[in-house]
């Protein structure tokens, strides 16, 4: 059995996934009708998410370790985050990308730090989403902005995910 602090981080990680898959798909939903030209980007997104969430589910299952209790408020949170940065504007959507994506990338750094030395299982798994992940931050940083305007967005995406992560080791 994989230590309580094993089981914390890959139950985080596949929430968060689960939150990921939500704001793309919110995102998607809206840019169908507004941006169309985004949509393949998002679908490329998406589908990297769905690869992780399923990355993760697996490892839960195979290790018999429950996913967390608050599943359904990163469903939530996350249609509420892809679905108003979307409103927001084109710019909005690469801007919360790249701020989620920070966010997530800050993470798993000291998690695989934390991974390799304590369970390989795990560390493999957080470890093949990096890649991934890297490239939603880049896509995210190159098709977005630095302006201020958007400071109140990266805020924003930046705290509720933090909030989520945090809320998620307890549940
Ligand atoms: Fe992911
Ligand atoms: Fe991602």
Known sequence: MPTKEVQRIIRVDHAGERGAICIYRAQRFIAQLFYRDLVKHLDEMLAHEKVHFDTF??????????????????SLGGYLLGGITALMGKKAIWVCTQAVESTVLHHLDWQLEYLEVHDQSAFQAVISIKKDEEEHLNLGVNLGSNSIIYLPIRLVVKSSTKFAIWLSTKL
């Not at 589910?57 to 990163?74: G, K, Q, S």
């Open 57 to 74: 589910n697996t490892w839960l299952r195979v290790n018999h370790v429950r996913h967390c209790y608050a599943l359904w408020l990163w």
